[in-house]
């Protein structure tokens, strides 16, 4: 593990690491009240007297360390235990949080991160430092673990969330839903959307090697979400071939009543808003379909490894406009090229630096970097390339320096020298 993230400083605790999250919420949509119990099973990495759990906007009532009750205090998202008894390097113990409180999203450098109340629903928009608006958490996106979600709200509305669904149970006027991720899965990747849904199994998929995908809309939207997902499952047939085997245990796509700025990906789901029904938003199924090999099974330890995440998400919009008849993967490789030479060059794809670690230019210059690659090893080596990538690391966490390592490996020090062009100089290389 590589502890506190040095873009996220407030985020985190590098003193342990979590094995699993167990959490029970209790969700109100009208009143937007969220109660919940989190147990988060976890090993010290040196000697602690005192853990710190992110939790922001939220108010713990009662903590247990191993099943005895410890003393803590909040203050500044920050939610600190004192362990009833010194806990020793490498042992495992045990924090139980019970907390409540009216979530919102937090501040942030990169605007409002978190839990989203919509108009008759929630979700939650958790990268890079949401996490503790809704759970508290051990936020550092190297510290990856299991996740079991109990989730109950009134009879009406729908859950979708990380991780394979139970069968839901009615009690009261109440509906509970289990959701259990055993793949390891980082703090931002986890997610809860809540509204007056229903949810259904996507045509085409489940058969012929495609996994299954389910759709979670509101009932109005139903067949609009239907024709917009249409491709998906010819997209995970195109991304399976290039990428390998899809890596995760489920495959949820979410449309919701209200309008998004952008898709959001989470471990094995995505949402969208409704105005991404339409054919112009087909590349951003594309994109977020491809973080489930990029991001969310390979992995970043450091924030400032972004360009991996969405480098590898971009260039799937490019190659997946090629496969479906589009403009070829050059094509949109070149038109982007131009646009990016036209931009300020004073980026550095390796680090690019908190404030532009989103910055458009990360993305489009992470894919180019790789078509770049591609172009100066050919396809048979580029694609074998990717795939070992992601056989190699899945559900693991890499670093730019473990990418390099990849590189030299398939295609000797002049590729690596290449990659190295894109990601180590401001300066934009010919692309070839």
């Known amino acids: 593990m590589s502890g506190v993230d040095p873009y996220a400083p407030q985020s985190g605790d590098a003193g342990y690491d979590v094995a699993s999250y167990d959490l029970t919420l209790d969700y109100r949509v009208r009143t937007n009240r969220l109660q919940g119990t989190a147990v988060i099973a976890a090993a010290a990495v040196g000697d602690l007297t005192t853990i710190s759990l992110d939790l922001v906007g939220l108010r713990a009532s009662r903590v247990r360390v191993d099943g005895a009750p410890a003393r803590f205090s909040a203050a500044a998202g920050k939610l600190r235990v004192t362990s009833p008894r010194p806990i020793v390097a490498g042992q495992a113990f045990e924090v139980e949080v019970a907390y409540a409180g009216a979530p919102g999203p937090r501040r942030s450098r990169w605007g409002a991160v978190g839990w989203e109340e919509l108009t008759d629903g929630a979700l939650v928009a958790g990268q890079p430092t949401g996490a503790p608006t809704w759970f508290p958490c ?42 259990t991720s055993t793949v390891p899965t980082a703090t931002y990747l986890a997610a809860v959307h809540v509204g007056r849904y229903r949810t259904g199994a996507l045509a085409g998929s489940g058969v012929a090697g495609i996994p299954p995908v389910t759709v979670t809309a509101p009932p109005a939207l139903a067949a609009a979400a239907g024709r917009a997902f249409a491709p998906v499952p010819e997209m995970l047939r195109v991304f399976t071939g290039l990428f390998g085997p899809y890596p995760q245990e489920a495959c949820a796509l979410v449309v919701t009543a209200d309008e998004l700025e952008i898709p959001l990906e989470a471990q094995g789901l995505a949402v969208f808003g409704m105005n991404h029904l339409v054919p112009a938003a087909q590349r951003l199924v594309a994109h977020e379909l491809a973080h489930q090999w990029f991001g969310n099974s390979v992995g970043i330890g450091r924030w400032s490894d972004i360009w991996l995440n969405e480098g590898f998400a971009c260039y799937s919009e490019w190659l997946w406009s090629e496969a479906s008849g589009g403009r070829s993967a050059d094509d949109c490789a070149r038109g982007h090229y131009a646009r990016l030479a036209a931009k300020p060059r004073d980026l550095l794809l390796v680090d690019p630096g908190p404030d532009d670690m989103f910055d458009d230019r990360v993305y489009k210059r992470g894919a180019l970097a790789l078509h770049a690659l591609r172009l100066r090893v050919g396809d048979g080596v580029f694609f074998d390339l990717v795939r070992g990538w992601t056989a190699e690391h899945r559900h693991a966490l890499v670093t730019t320096d473990d990418f390099r390592a990849a590189v030299r490996s398939a295609g000797g020090v002049d590729a690596e020298n290449l990659l190295s062009e894109w990601i180590d100089r401001v300066e934009l290389p010919a692309l070839g």
Do not use: E, K
């Open 138 to 179: 051990n936020d550092r996106p190297d510290d990856r673990a299991r996740m079991t979600m109990r989730i109950t709200v009134d009879d009406g509305y729908t859950v979708a969330a990380t991780g394979v669904p139970s069968a839901a149970t009615r009690r009261a006027g109440r509906v509970t839903t289990t959701f």
